[in-house]
């Protein structure tokens, strides 16, 4: 199971992201504390590489991806995109790096103006960015279209005569207007028929490998992450508790908590689904997230000192670093 990324550059560096929300309370509405959405979290992203992001709803996956793409602004750390730090960077340049990476939403419908046909769903953005004269739009926009499987019939109609399938088209020839580098797919298929779901994927797939483009691929779905992901990141309130290449990921986790979710993958090894077991209780409040390891009131192998003391993240020379204390003792 060898890492294929490896020697591949790096597209993103993160290092130490943070972001917390203050919580408002009281007549006066006064702050009365933080939510500590992503906490201290490092990582790269590839270039040309699809990174799955995983974990339960309200883990951090979203606000991290929001941070990548500088819709949000960190609470400290730090993230370079292509060599260049976006943290702190001047409106005017970040304007123009924004336009570099996209997203891809999860549902279609409502991310596309339903005034608008799908011919001018995909010209906005290079009319608004003006990206060449009224003509060269039109026809690159027209190129777009055909690129996702659209033709020029389907060009002049309104997204609400689409199916979702064809709607989502629409939305990925949209956010390759502006030829991006990254694109997050922010569970690109979850809102769609079944049907179409292998459709849409092999789409993301194809366009990757023909533009060179780098994804990452958040999804609750793990045997769809397994299938698109070339290594996996998978986040536990707030922390990345481990990260490596997918299929070390899928066939031998090491994490506690990455046991427990991959234990639940269809086709996951049956002895090994025990683990699921394991994850008793509910996801703590980020409001007051438990001392040391976060995940320690929910692991059965918590030791004394995981309440006490935060673990490091520790890198096995594979490819692959894992946040937990039992790691110094293998
Ligand atoms: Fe479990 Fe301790 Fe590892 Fe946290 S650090 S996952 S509590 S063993």
Known sequence: MEDRTRGLEDLFVVEKLSKSFPVWAGALFRPSGHVSAVDDVSFEIKKGETLGLVGESGCGKTTLASMLLRMLEPTSGSIRFDGEELVGMQQSKLRRARLAAQMI?????SSLSPRLTALEVVEEPLLINRRGSREEIRRKAMGLLEMVGLTEMDA??????????QR?????AR???LEPKFIVCDEPVSSLDVSVHAHIINLLMDLQAKLGLTYLFIAHNLALVRHVSDRVAVMYLGKLVEIGPSEVIFEDPRHPYTKALM??????????????ALLGGEVPSPLNPPTGCRFHPRCRFAMPVCSEREPVMTEDGKGRSVWCHLEGKR
């Not at 939403?105 to 419908?109: G, N």
């Not at 989502?168 to 990925?172: T, V």
């Not at 269809?266 to 002895?271: A, I, S």
């Open 105 to 109: 939403f999860q549902d279609p419908y």
């Open 156 to 165: 002049g109609c309104l997204p609400g005569q689409f199916s979702g399938g």
């Open 168 to 172: 989502q088209r629409i939305g990925i």
């Open 175 to 177: 956010a390759l207007a």
């Open 263 to 276: 234990a639940a993958v269809p086709g996951f090894d049956p002895k090994k689904r025990k683990a699921k």
